[in-house]
């Protein structure tokens, strides 16, 4: 990690810093936390902040935000803007919790950094050496798949839709990918994997002999005083108040934040379906170490403190530096950069996405849980560090449909504000230009809507009477299980079994085609094709990523 002398103007940038009252000189902010909590608006080079927040608020329509922004080993702002849920009036604050989603993936690579260290296992390692069973479609990448392959988005494989809409444990997600076939080169290309990840987690269960959960909170929360953080949704809810799978729903129906076990936790929100709605958390445990943790802004930045300070945090060395560093280092240059990130920088390290910013090493990354879109920052040579939390705008399949599109405008408009003042770089309207790239991107997909419906068959009704296209399906490649279809309230519905998997009303469109309404989050709005048989019954569908026969 760089010196204190490589951080240009340090002097005064502290100086700038101490003046504002912004740093607690002499005390971790441990201490400090709940008179930064009750602060007045920041002054020097932050001044300005809670406004550009609250504003940020205001023109994403999202209910609420957590911000917190590290400097060297010291927490220089954190704050709640906005409420915890649409409704209530509670503010959010540093200490609210909320889902960070695909953040988690550092913690799961700084738990096998701790293992390296250690020397209960290698990053070179074959996967096979500490999962015998583990198999890929490919043998020869099955024997070589490495633990570094698996979190650095090199590995060619392309996850599949299971875990997300049905209710299996991770055994059964990682047993499953031997059915699907690479679509991209080992170890030249860039296929973003959740499942990699998984695999990374059950690596980290068999060297440790823990759960990747219990893992994580011993070795990293602990020692990091991450006191209000969690491996799951469940470590704050029962079981019933929490969708199951990704793209479920909650058992209990509607939920809110009574009925939480912790007071102060956020509410996630969609606001796909006009005004803003409340939606339940989401387990990912089936995938735990690719994206459910839960955490706040407070306990977040110790991370970030550990990460800007060689591994180290409150005179304790957590990680080694060289494992920092490792961390930090680009893996795969098949990830590119976006702009305002300068060109050709783009990369990926472990657990990070690497580029530059103005010319010096930005480390981030993002988290997609639904209705909980998170991002954190790292800028190491500069010692400072930034983490956005929200409980809004959340994407959809929509989105993705449209080619590059950035799901993190609010936290970049945030973040960057941040950066250019601590960094004294010219002003740059993030705000307008984000909010120019969103509203850009939302008549996209109104022209794609309507392209779609101006295409759609009129008077081409379905082929069959609705009880026809009913029953159990299964999936020819093996990849999701089997689902059924029925008619209930004169509508077709798709469910995968057990009480909150993914389930979906078919609404009919043209023909044997009819479009996926889901019960729960609009994230899939797809659509269903059936084929019929030369016996007039249908043989099969397509739907959610998989081709499923009729079987009964």
Do not use: C
Not at 522 to 540: L, M, Q, T, W, Y
Request: net charge neutral.
């Amino acid at each position: 990690m760089p010196s204190t002398t490589d951080v240009p103007n340090r002097r005064a940038f502290i100086r700038d810093l101490t003046g504002a009252g912004l740093v607690v000189a002499g005390a971790p902010f441990g201490v400090a936390r709940p008179r930064l909590a009750k602060a007045s608006a920041p002054q020097g080079p932050l001044d300005g902040l809670d406004r550009y927040i609250e504003q940020a608020l205001t023109d994403w329509k999202i209910p609420g935000a957590a911000v917190a922004v590290v400097h060297g080993d010291r927490i220089i702002y954190a704050k709640g803007h906005g409420v915890k849920e649409i409704g209530d009036p509670d503010k959010v604050d540093e200490n609210t919790l909320f889902q960070i989603g695909s953040t988690t993936k550092a913690f799961t690579t700084g738990a096998l950094g701790i293992l390296v260290e250690e020397k209960r296992l290698r990053w070179d390692d074959p996967v096979i050496t500490y999962l015998p069973d583990f198999q890929l479609h490919d043998p020869w990448i099955t024997r070589m798949l490495t633990i570094r392959d698996t979190v650095t988005h090199r590995s060619g494989f392309l996850d599949y839709s299971g875990p997300a809409l049905e209710i299996i444990d991770a055994a059964e997600a990682l047993r499953r990918m031997r059915y699907r076939s690479l679509p991209g080169a080992f170890r030249d290309s860039y296929n973003y994997s959740n499942l990699m990840f998984g695999v990374a987690g059950t690596v980290i269960e068999r060297a440790s002999g823990m759960t990747w959960g219990a893992f994580v909170k011993a070795r990293l929360f602990e020692p990091l005083a991450m006191r209000r953080s969690g491996t799951s949704p469940y470590d704050f809810w029962d079981t019933k108040y929490v969708s199951p799978t990704f793209l479920g729903t909650a058992p209990a129906g509607a939920v809110g934040r009574q009925d939480s076990r912790d007071p102060n936790v956020a509410m996630p929100h969609t606001l796909q379906d006009g005004p803003a709605r409340v939606i339940p958390w989401q387990s990912y445990d089936n995938l735990a170490a690719a994206g459910s943790i839960v955490s706040s802004v407070a306990d977040l930045s110790n991370w970030l403190i550990l990460h800007l300070n060689g591994g180290g945090f409150q005179g304790r060395q957590v990680l080694k530096a060289d494992t920092i560093s490792d961390l930090h280092s680009p893996q795969n240059l098949r990830d590119p950069s976006r702009y305002p990130f300068d060109e050709g920088s783009g990369s990926y390290a472990s657990g990070w996405r690497r580029q530059t910013y103005r010319g010096e090493t930005n480390l981030s990354h993002g988290g997609g849980i639904l209705g909980f879109p998170a991002h954190v920052f790292i800028m190491p040579h500069r010692k400072v560090g930034v983490v956005v939390l929200a409980n809004g705008r959340t994407p959809t399949t929509d989105d993705y449909e449209i080619p590059n599109f950035d799901h993190y405008l609010f936290h970049k408009t945030i973040a960057l504000w941040i950066f250019d003042r601590l960094m004294a770089a010219p002003p740059t309207d993030w705000r307008r230009h984000y909010l120019k790239q969103l509203s850009d991107h939302e008549k996209r997909l109104q022209e794609r809507e309507a392209s779609l419906r101006a295409s759609r068959l009129q008077d081409a009704g379905p082929t069959l009477d609705l009880t026809r296209y009913t029953g159990e399906y299964e999936d020819r490649s093996r990849l999701l299980g089997r689902m059924r279809i029925s008619v209930e309230n004169r509508r077709l519905v798709l469910r995968f079994p057990g009480d909150g998997a993914y389930s979906a009303y078919l609404d009919h469109w043209h023909r044997d085609v009819f479009r996926l309404e889901s019960l729960g989050v609009r994230f899939r709005r797809g659509f269903v094709d059936f084929a019929i048989g030369p016996n007039g019954e249908v043989a099969s569908l397509n739907a959610l990523g998989g081709d499923y026969r009729h079987i009964a």
